[in-house]
């Protein structure tokens, strides 16, 4: 765990540096090697790495728009992931789904930029699972500001009513945008919403990934066992913008330094010290974790931009087919 989550917050530090190349002095979104938005993850790898600790390659998670560090637990491809969010051909979209629209059929992981969008599909996952006879779950991940979406709550309902292999993962990072929590919902504790489906509902107060560990493990064997789904809801922070290029001139200076001082990785590092581990284990550990992401982002910098005629591709309708004429029905002017 502690190796994920140190992977995602450097890969989160060293994205931060690439995407603002080019982008300077006036802020323009389209230059640079990452053209677009992009969400950075910094201050939530705890719950990432805590949950998908126990999940295998088979098992289905749905992240947000903001995935990075989810991928990482997930075990996607961090050479093709980075290739994509760079926007280049051999991306796991071919570059044409960007940082937040990564899937990766492989470790069946998927994200989108339409928040709680991915409770549904985990939903459905979960089903087919259930249909098919395995014993595979699926993990919906949604942020706190997404929990009043009606697809997530109907979701909960599905997968309560057919008793689903799911677990649904709120990540309370206080704020939606520039939205506080508290202007949003009158329900401080969103694991609270559990209740109403009659299912477990967890919450953690403070982004432990051991704590996070243990719960998610309760959730995730409950559904593998066929006893249903479960939601669990915790606490992460924000380290940075809401996106790339945001100045948070809404955002109390004392709430940036705050989560900024809460920092889940060097709690494990500290947890991790006082059971043993030297920091000889802890340093090699890091620097394994730089070198991978250093690789990636070198190896997807190297590769070739989609051609403009790629854009053709992989879509619904080939291109001439929306303009041809619908054929006349037989028999008859009317
Ligand atoms: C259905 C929908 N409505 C609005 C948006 C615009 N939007 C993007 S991120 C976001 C806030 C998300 O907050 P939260 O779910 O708490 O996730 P966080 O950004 O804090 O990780 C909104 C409203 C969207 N992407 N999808
Ligand atoms: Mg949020």
Redesign the pocket.
Same mark, same amino acid.
């Given at each position: 765990m502690y190796e994920e989550m140190v992977t995602a917050r450097h890969y989160e530090e060293r994205l931060q540096e690439e995407y603002l190349e080019g982008k300077q002095p006036a802020f323009d979104i389209s230059a640079g090697p990452i053209p677009g938005e992009l969400?950075l993850?910094a201050g =939530?790898e705890a719950v990432a790495a805590g949950v998908c600790a126990h999940l295998r390659d088979d098992d289905v998670v749905t992240a947000? =728009?903001?995935p990075h560090h989810v991928a990482i637990a997930k075990g996607v491809d961090l050479k093709r992931m980075t290739a994509e969010i760079f926007g280049r051909r051999t991306g796991l979209c071919k570059g044409k789904g960007g940082h937040m629209h990564l899937f990766d059929p492989e470790v069946n992981f998927a994200c989108?930029?339409?928040? @709680?969008?991915g409770s549904p599909p985990a939903v459905g996952a979960a089903l087919a699972a259930k249909k098919r006879n395995t014993d595979g779950v699926a993990v919906s991940f949604? *942020?706190? *500001? @997404?929990?009043d979406?009606g *697809?997530f709550l109907e979701s909960l309902n599905l997968a309560a009513v057919h008793d689903l292999p799911v677990v649904f993962v709120i990540?309370?990072?206080?704020?939606?945008?520039s939205?506080p929590?508290e202007r949003?919902t009158d329900v401080a504790d969103g694991s609270q919403r559990a209740a109403g489906f009659d299912m477990p509902g967890v919450r953690i107060d403070y982004d432990d990934a051991v704590a996070v560990h243990e719960a998610a493990e309760e959730a995730i064997m409950r559904a593998r066992a066929g006893n249903g789904p479960s939601l669990l809801e915790v606490q992460?922070h924000?380290r940075m913008g =809401?996106?790339m290029g945001d100045a948070e001139a809404y955002r109390p200076e004392e709430d940036v330094e705050r989560h900024q001082r809460l920092d889940s990785v060097e709690r494990l590092a500290d947890d991790l010290r006082s059971t043993g581990a030297s920091d000889d284990e802890l340093e090699e550990i890091e620097e394994r974790a730089r070198e991978r992401v250093e690789e990636a982002i070198a190896w997807a910098k190297e590769q070739p931009e989609p051609d403009p005629e790629e854009a053709y591709e992989d879509v619904f309708v080939e291109r001439g087919e929306r303009h041809q004429e619908p054929a006349a029905p037989a028999g008859g002017e009317d």
């Open positions: 969400h993850a =939530h947000t =728009h903001r989108s930029g339409i928040i @709680a969008e949604i *942020g706190e *500001g @997404a929990i979406q *697809g990540e309370d990072n206080d704020w939606a945008i939205m929590k949003v992460v924000r =809401h996106f």
